[in-house]
């Protein structure tokens, strides 16, 4: 079924490019290059390299988009392995009877609120400038 529907869009396709080539075949004048070089030639075969042109222009973006992409799943993916591999890790641990440590939040807390020795200096400077 899709397939017959791909050729029925297909042939109504290369059906309108037929008959816009046959309608379109005055000459135009088509200078790429500001008055360097000119080119004559039928407007339908411009239409068409112009349509072509953004066509490839299209993919090249699409294929640079795509190679981001999987970059960053073959990064993504090497991170999930690893993860893996400690989690697989942390589990033999716990089998073989080894209990993970687990800190409590209040020790979690205690060290969060101690002073550095870097900011124990600076408050002693600020208190001995006042």
Do not use: C, H
């Not at 899709?2 to 050729?7: A, N, S």
């Not at 816009?20 to 339908?44: C, D, G, H, Q, R």
């Not at 080894?98 to 101690?114: D, G, I, Y």
Request: aromatic share 8%.
């Amino acid at each position: 079924m899709i397939r017959i529907f791909k050729l029925i869009i297909q042939a109504v396709f290369i059906g309108y490019l037929i008959i816009f080539s046959v309608s379109n075949v005055e000459t135009v004048t088509f200078k790429p290059f500001m008055n360097i070089a000119t080119y004559n030639i039928p407007l339908f075969l411009l239409v068409i390299i112009t349509l072509f042109v953004g066509i490839v222009i299209g993919a090249l973006a699409v294929w640079g988009e795509s190679l981001a992409l999987k970059s960053r799943i073959k990064k993504l993916n090497k991170e999930i392995k690893a993860n893996q591999q400690e989690i697989e890790r942390l589990q033999k641990l716990t089998i073989a009877g080894e209990p993970v440590k687990q800190e409590t939040a209040a020790a979690v807390e205690e060290v969060s609120n101690t002073e550095t020795p870097a900011e124990t200096t600076q408050n002693d400077i600020k208190d001995a400038l006042r």
